[in-house]
């Protein structure tokens, strides 16, 4: 693998617990994830939370709403990476135009990522497509993820789901 090209950070998020939103659908929750400690260490005691700006933009907040500066969750959190935009395309859903692109992301082998994870990369979210251990040597991960529109934004306040965007 050729870690000079991992000039991106990164922000696994690991769904944690499922919630219930204003629309009554019950919705998971993500927390940030540090893949490189021990199993019982991974998820972190304190109280962070995916959550969006009034712009939809992904942010980290604590769990009584205040948001976590990006360069304080970059440093605790983050993992080095290669981002890079493969494909895009549009789709028309429920008489709405959305717009997608996936996008192929390298970094090295951690264990216990999953397609059930999310991304957090520049305030983006993406989901995880596939998750690839190249040559399955445990050296270098392919992940493939889609960024989607942010009308699916999750807002908390507390414990309790806000709803509003």
């Known amino acids: 693998m050729n870690f000079s ?6 922000i696994f998020l690991s769904p944690t617990d ?15 994830f ?16 995916l959550s969006h700006d009034s712009d939809g933009n992904a942010i980290l907040t604590e769990q009584n709403g205040q948001p976590i500066a990006h360069k304080l969750a970059l440093s605790e959190y983050s993992v080095a990476a290669f981002v890079a935009p493969t494909t895009g395309r ?3 859903e429920s008489q709405k135009i959305r717009a997608e ?11 216990n990522i999953t397609p059930a994870m999310r991304i957090l990369y520049n305030n983006r979210e993406f989901e995880i497509v ?3 251990d190249l040559n399955e040597r ?7 993820a889609a960024e ?10 507390g414990d309790e789901y806000n709803g509003e965007e």
Request: proline share 7%; no cysteine.
């Open 34 to 49: 540090k893949p490189y400690l021990p199993l019982p260490l991974q998820m972190q005691k304190n109280k962070v939370y």
């Open 130 to 132: 596939s998750v690839l």
């Open 5 to 10: 090209k991992l000039r991106h950070r990164i």
């Open 138 to 144: 445990h050296e270098e991960l392919q992940i493939i």
């Open 18 to 32: 499922e919630i219930i939103n204003s629309m009554g659908e019950t919705v998971p929750r993500y927390k940030p």
């Open 101 to 111: 692109t996936t996008y192929k992301i390298s970094t090295r082998y951690f264990r």
């Open 90 to 92: 549009e789709y028309e």
């Open 148 to 157: 989607r529109n942010t009308q699916t934004a999750q807002t908390f306040n």
